[in-house]
């Protein structure tokens, strides 16, 4: 089993930045390719970022290219998500997940990861 507790959501004007940070209870942290998602009302959950065990491959939905960037911490457990340039169309409930595989597509999939955080509210207002 794989604990994941986010952090770091909250309400910004757009243009801001927030950095979110996800900590993952395994000791085999780096065996898990981690990922981001969000979920905005009446909407389905969909792919943000993903990055794979060792931290070297990294993998982006076009809409946050450039903005928001997917790191991790294996020292600490911890994976990131840096957001800037926010726009309230990326106002949602942003999720971290783990997963034992890596693919471009797989890796964008929600059934790929196997464990989820609770979740994390992030409000962009224009």
């Known amino acids: 089993q794989v604990q994941l507790v986010e952090s770091g959501g909250g309400l910004v004007q757009a243009g801001g930045s927030l950095r979110l940070s996800c900590a993952a209870s395994?000791?085999?942290?780096?065996?898990?390719?981690m990922g981001w998602f969000r979920q905005g009302p009446g909407k389905e959950r969909e792919f943000v970022a993903a990055?794979?065990?060792?931290?070297?491959?990294?993998s982006y939905d076009d809409s946050v290219k450039g903005r928001f960037t997917i790191s991790r911490d294996n020292a600490k457990n911890t994976v990131y998500l840096q957001m800037n340039s926010l726009k309230p169309e990326d106002t949602s409930v942003y999720y971290c997940?783990?997963?034992?595989?890596?693919?471009?597509?797989?890796?964008?999939?929600?059934?790929?990861?196997?464990?989820w955080g609770q979740g994390t509210q992030v409000t962009v207002s224009s």
């Open positions: 997940a783990a997963g034992t595989g890596w693919g471009a597509t797989s890796m964008t999939r929600t059934y790929t990861y196997d464990y």
């Open positions: 990055i794979n065990g060792g931290g070297a491959s990294t």
């Open positions: 395994k000791r085999t942290f780096t065996r898990y390719a």
